[in-house]
């Protein structure tokens, strides 16, 4: 394409610059808005139906909405749902939903799309990655068109915040099956379209119950996964703003006045996740070795600048009840060689090491594999686009070593799953974790915490690698960016320009 600059006449290239000048002054009325992403959604727009994160960055409380809503603090707030009342016993919650919502398909919101929406996600087809969350629901009752009362069938202290996640949006049932790719929510925003491999755009929907109090009338999520691309995207403000860019970025924004550089807060997790049913890792004692191999300090700079915190389990500072477990499989290199020794494990060991798009896993793998050679594991690297991790790493458990973030504040109940991706069954956590939701009190509570933590690392069920800093790049224009992040989302009807 001809660089029309280059072949300006000299009165043309002043209407140009009246034209620049002209888009400059309205720079704050713009209504539309570019968001980068590093990963396109896979398989589809459905958040009930695959486990990416990617998912809910595009569609969570935009196009579909939940019962309560999870704010950038982590506290939870009225969505879908006016109020509710829990009983004595924290099992039953009465939930008073509000009045006048629709769907985007005109059909209306109301106790009956609650009680379908969460007996399909505990249903025997059911993909939501939470079933078993809807499946400890002793019921779901539709009291009139505006109370619902859910009676679980296990105490749960995270239940209403669970009830705020993507995997419990509110779907319309004549249009549930097509979500993946025709959503329809009761949310601000709605599809317009998605141009796979490139983008999605989202346009604001005129029908929503507070259409007045929404700036941003249309959304592009473009998808760029090289993060060279993504600064350059930035820099020619092809992007607006970018969430979750790889730290090396950040250098070159800093000290530009035309950008704004947010550090937020996770409660995520970053892991060499370890296939617990392969021999040989299904030998405590060569998954310990291979935590034992792991420099955490040198990963967190070699593949986040520094941004982030060693972990020595599945679990976060600042998150409830936390421990520092970092001692419990500490950096040495000959404690790891020892360890492989008593295994019976003759070196070289070969490993596959199988890494998704994202760069802290594949600038990650580098690392580690380098790290992991000196106790004589080769770890061979696989670099696999996101669906491919989707249905073989994580769907098939075809792999020995994989890196990943999880990003749900609240998921060591992934220890208790049966048949989860890394293979890891233990009817002592089980019992521990059971107990961890049976205790209303918030002591006994954080010490059945601390036991489980405690029991993850000694298992060395993962190699636990370290708590991630998110960055996102914007304009500095760009108002209403969050700047924590406990779950994946980019909550559209904040954003404004001013």
Same mark, same amino acid.
């Given at each position: ?305 520094? #941004?982030?915190?060693? &972990?020595? /389990? $599945?679990?976060? %500072?600042?998150?409830? !009840?936390?421990?520092?477990?970092? +001692? ?70 075809? #792999?020995?070593?994989? &890196?990943? /973030? $999880?990003?749900? %504040?609240?998921?060591? !109940?992934?220890?208790?799953?049966? +048949? ?79």
């Amino acid at each position: 394409m001809i660089n029309r600059r280059s072949v300006l006449t000299s009165s043309a290239a002043s209407a140009a610059l009246a034209s620049l000048t002209f888009e400059a002054m309205a720079q704050g009325k713009k209504d539309s808005v570019v968001i980068g992403m590093t990963l396109e959604p896979t398989p589809g727009l459905d958040p009930t139906g695959g486990a990416a994160s990617s998912i809910a960055e595009i569609v969570q409380y935009n196009v579909f909405e939940t019962l309560t809503k999870i704010n950038s603090d982590g506290s939870v707030a009225p969505l879908l749902a006016e109020k509710w009342e829990v009983s004595p016993d924290l099992k039953s919650y009465t939930f008073t939903l509000r009045k006048g919502v629709k769907f985007q398909n005109g059909e209306p919101f109301n106790a009956q799309a609650v009680k379908f929406s969460f007996e399909r996600a505990a249903s025997e087809k059911s993909t939501n990655k939470d079933k078993r969350t809807f499946s400890s629901m002793e019921s779901v009752a539709a009291i009139d068109e505006h109370t619902v009362v859910i009676l679980n069938k296990e105490l749960d202290p995270d239940f209403l915040f669970l009830m705020g996640q993507a995997t419990a949006i509110i779907v319309e049932p004549k249009s549930a099956d097509t979500n993946a790719t025709k959503p329809v929510g009761t949310g601000p925003y709605k599809l317009d379209v998605w141009n796979k491999g490139s983008s999605v755009v989202l346009s604001k929907w005129d029908g929503y119950r507070s259409a007045s109090a929404v700036k941003i009338k249309k959304v592009t999520f473009r998808f760029i996964s090289d993060p060279a691309a993504q600064v350059a995207a930035l820099l020619a403000g092809d992007v607006d703003a970018f969430p979750r860019v790889t730290p090396r970025s950040v250098p070159q924004f800093k000290n530009n006045a035309k950008f704004q550089v947010l550090v937020s807060g996770s409660r995520a997790k970053t892991i060499l996740a370890i296939n617990n049913k392969k021999k040989p890792l299904d030998d405590v004692r060569v998954r310990r070795a291979i935590a034992a191999a792991i420099d955490r300090k040198a990963v967190i700079e070699g593949v986040g600048d520094g #941004y982030g915190a060693p &972990i020595g /389990s $599945h679990y976060v %500072p600042g998150a409830f !009840g936390f421990v520092d477990t970092t +001692g419990i499989n500490p950096f040495n290199i000959e404690k790891a060689k020892a360890l492989l020794a008593e295994a019976g494990i003759k070196t070289p060991l070969e490993l596959s090491l199988k890494l998704p798009p994202p760069p802290y896993a594949r600038q990650g793998g580098e690392v580690i594999a380098a790290q992991l050679a000196k106790i004589g594991i080769i770890a061979k690297i696989e670099n696999v686009e996101w669906a491919q991790w989707l249905s073989g790493t994580f769907t098939n458990k075809n #792999y020995d070593l994989t &890196i990943i /973030s $999880h990003v749900e %504040p609240f998921d060591l !109940g992934n220890y208790a799953k049966p +048949g989860y991706y890394w293979g890891y069954e233990s009817p002592a956590f089980n019992t521990l974790f059971n107990q961890i939701k049976a205790s209303p009190r918030p002591a006994d509570r954080a010490k059945l915490l601390g036991d489980a933590q405690r029991m993850l690392a000694n298992e060395s069920v993962n190699a636990y690698l370290y708590q991630p800093q998110w960055i996102t790049l914007a304009n500095k224009n760009l108002k209403g960016l969050w700047k924590d992040m406990p779950v994946f989302v980019n909550d559209l009807s904040a954003l404004s320009w001013g």
